[in-house]
């Protein structure tokens, strides 16, 4: 199967598609039925801001806080007095924490004479953000008395008896068997930015975006250079998310999902554009299903290379969670780590550990369970074991350990440089080791190095390069044009 590329929209443009259909502002001129007229009045408490100077994309930790008012309106633009439902209130994109008002509860806000007025308190929005408005039909039954969607009777004789059996209700609490005119309304727009790389990756250890359609910032001054084009998707990094004294701020890479190695791209493009679907996979951040655009220099020139220089992991960084989370899907090195002595295939006998035997899948099956007492005390005991590779991981996934200390110890994936046999160089040095940082959640030692290609591993030996190479040059190869394993994928 060829690489996977969908053209992704982001909520907030759907919401602009929406705006269209429902009403933003005014009605929508030849729309059937009943809809709401809903006007976004502050944001903060200052007027709106003008789509030329958008607020920044909001990446989860801040709340924001609109003001709004909402009409009933006929079929035909005039006002609609006779309205007294509830409705639900939603952000595209974004999500609503708290709608104050008369009449709120929770999400919900009840008109009285077809108007209403509030505020809404929310977060991770960004791009052309706007408040939609359903009418659902729900009508919360009055304190202590039996909701209409909970008393056991077919309160409307169409044979179908309360929540969730009748689609009239909406929740069991709706004192209303009747659906409602599913009449909706959609605000003007509150400009945003698109948010950045490092908004996706919610300058934390999860994203404020997961499963959103999105498009990333990549206008100037943010810059999206390819540090990795892998087997199964590309690394890109914002070189111009620095601060003032021209520091990465961290969290400023990010991982695109491809399925395959994406076609046309090397190592040193310049990304122009690129959207996709956030995703949490096992605690790595990625960007799924990616559609993006590359600004590829004239035919016949290579134009300049602006991969950064690796982050150096030390022992110090590797004992902070934040530190580590802010090089997700980094490139980065370490410089005089050793492989581990002891990493053999043969099964672990009480705990000892030998050159031979690392392996803690006691019975054979596969796998180490975790649940089997002798198994994972094996694994615990290896894992705190600067000297034990626990050789399932290596059989597996190619992961295997590198360490200075009890204190200084990671993991890594050498898969891309097929000249070096781990197990052959067991206890012996590396010189240094380059790649994309990886993290998958669970156990102890959870961020991997993968190597991108064999001038990523150097130790001076049979099967790695004398020495790190700079990053202008490590890995710069023609640009791909097709995924060479298609036919397997």
Same mark, same amino acid.
């Given at each position: 199967?060829?690489?996977l ?6 909520l907030?443009?759907l919401g ?6 429902a009403?933003g ?9 009943p ?5 976004i009045?502050?944001?903060?408490g200052?007027?709106?801001?003008a ?16 003001t709004?008012t909402?009409?009933a309106?006929?079929?035909?633009g005039e ?7 509830v409705v ?5 994109p974004?999500?609503?924490s708290?709608?104050t008002g ?8 009840r008109?009285?004479?077809g ?6 308190e929310?977060t991770a929005?960004y /791009?052309?953000a706007?408040?939609?408005?359903d009418? @659902?039909?729900? %009508?919360p039954?009055?304190? =202590?008395?039996? +909701? *209409? ?7 409307d004789?169409?044979y179908l008896?309360?929540?969730?059996a009748?689609?009239?209700?909406a929740?069991?609490d ?10 909706? /309304?959609v605000s003007n727009?509150?400009?945003?930015? @698109?948010p950045? %790389?490092?908004?996706?990756? =919610?300058h934390g +250890? *999860? ?6 359609s ?8 943010q810059?999206l250079?390819v ?13 111009n ?8 701020n961290?969290y ?8 395959s ?5 090397r190592?040193?493009d ?20 990616p559609?993006f655009q590359?600004d590829i ?6 134009g300049k290379?602006?991969?950064p220089?690796p ?8 004992a902070?969670p934040?530190?580590?989370?802010k090089?997700e899907s ?14 053999g295939p043969?099964p672990?006998?009480n705990?000892?550990f030998t050159p031979d035997?690392s ?30 590779s ?19 110890m990671i ?5 891309t ?7 052959a160089?067991?206890g ?8 994309t940082?990886r993290n ?5 030692l959870?961020?991997?190095?993968e190597?991108?290609c064999?001038d990523d591993?150097?130790?001076g030996r ?15 190869r023609?640009?791909t ?5 298609q036919?397997?994928?």
């Amino acid at each position: 199967m060829s690489a996977l590329r969908f053209t992704s929209l982001s909520l907030g443009a759907l919401g602009a598609l929406l705006s269209i259909s429902a009403c933003g502002g005014d009605t929508t001129p030849g729309l059937q039925g009943p809809q709401f007229h809903v006007e976004i009045l502050t944001v903060n408490g200052n007027p709106l801001p003008a789509p030329d100077a958008p607020l920044p994309a909001n990446g989860g930790k801040v709340t924001e806080t609109w003001t709004f008012t909402i009409e009933a309106r006929t079929a035909s633009g005039e006002p609609d007095p006779s309205f007294d439902g509830v409705v639900r209130l939603s952000s595209k994109p974004g999500a609503i924490s708290k709608v104050t008002g008369e009449g709120a509860v929770g999400r919900n806000l009840r008109l009285k004479g077809g108007k209403a007025s509030g505020s809404v308190e929310l977060t991770a929005v960004y /791009g052309p953000a706007r408040l939609w408005v359903d009418d @659902l039909g729900y %009508v919360p039954a009055e304190p =202590g008395k039996k +909701p *209409a969607c909970s008393n056991g009777k077919d309160d409307d004789g169409d044979y179908l008896i309360d929540f969730p059996a009748d689609p009239g209700c909406a929740f069991a609490d709706d004192d209303n068997e009747e659906g409602g005119t599913y009449a909706a /309304g959609v605000s003007n727009a509150v400009s945003y930015a @698109l948010p950045r %790389v490092s908004d996706v990756q =919610g300058h934390g +250890p *999860a994203t404020p975006y997961p499963y959103e359609s999105i498009e990333i910032n990549t206008a100037a001054p943010q810059r999206l250079i390819v540090t990795r084009v892998a087997s199964d998707g590309f690394y890109v990094t914002d070189i111009n998310d620095v601060d003032k004294d021209k520091k990465s701020n961290g969290y400023n890479h990010l991982f695109a999902f491809n399925f395959s190695t994406p076609a046309g791209m090397r190592v040193c493009d310049h990304v122009s554009y690129l959207s996709g679907t956030v995703n949490e996979f096992f605690g790595f951040t990625e960007l799924n299903f990616p559609s993006f655009q590359l600004d590829i220099p004239p035919v016949g020139t290579m134009g300049k290379c602006e991969v950064p220089e690796p982050t150096i992991i030390d022992a110090a960084r590797l004992a902070s969670p934040v530190e580590m989370e802010k090089i997700e899907s980094a490139l980065v090195r370490v410089v005089g780590y050793h492989v581990a002595a002891n990493f053999g295939p043969k099964p672990v006998v009480n705990n000892v550990f030998t050159p031979d035997s690392s392996n803690c899948d006691l019975n054979g099956d596969g796998q180490v369970d975790f649940t089997l007492k002798n198994e994972g005390s094996c694994s615990d005991a290896c894992s705190k074991n600067p000297e034990c590779s626990e050789w399932t991981s290596y059989s597996a996934r190619g992961n295997y350990k590198v360490s200075k200390s009890a204190s200084d110890m990671i993991q890594i994936q050498t898969g891309t440089v097929s000249t070096f046999d781990p197990v052959a160089n067991k206890g012996l040095p590396l010189d240094a080791v380059t790649g994309t940082l990886r993290n998958f959640s669970g156990g102890s030692l959870n961020w991997t190095i993968e190597t991108r290609c064999p001038d990523d591993l150097a130790c001076g030996r049979v099967g790695c390069v004398p020495q790190a190479l700079p990053s202008d040059q490590a890995c710069v190869r023609l640009r791909t044009q097709d995924d060479n394993d298609q036919g397997t994928n």
